[in-house]
């Protein structure tokens, strides 16, 4: 009963890591999270841990007021697979921007997270 248990929870410990690996994570971005700009970014870059799908990847932006900027479309890198970026219109106003992405990896699985950068000429 014991051996039973404690193979379990190894398997357990096992399936965990396995999804970690294989989920996306978001590891910089160019702004980069909670960085100050001088001037609102025009293209917006994002690295993750591994490859992203294209299909089940976006990012959505809202400026200082709050209101949605137009972002996009997102598109990989040819070269890095972990990267992406998006054109970013109407960004400009002084203040703190908010980044939100959902991306997947090999396994499918969304994942999605936000960070903020703020512009301060
Ligand atoms: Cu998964």
């Given amino acids: 009963m014991k051996a039973l248990v404690f193979a379990a929870a190894l398997g357990a410990a096992a399936l965990t890591g396995v999804a970690a690996q294989a ?8 702004p ?18 591994e490859a992203v799908i294209p299909k089940f990847t976006s990012l959505t932006v809202a400026g200082p007021d709050g209101r949605p900027l137009h972002a996009g479309p997102v598109s990989v890198d040819r070269k ?8 970013l219109h109407g960004a400009g106003a002084p203040g703190v921007y908010k980044v939100q992405w959902t991306a997947a990896t090999g396994d499918m699985h969304k994942m999605s997270g936000a960070y903020t950068f703020t512009v301060r000429p």
């Fill in 23 to 30: 989920h996306a994570v978001l590891r910089s971005g160019n």
């Fill in 32 to 49: 980069a999270p909670a960085a100050v700009v001088k001037t609102a970014p025009k293209t917006l870059r994002l690295q993750f841990n």
């Fill in 80 to 87: 890095n697979k972990a990267v992406v970026t998006a054109p």
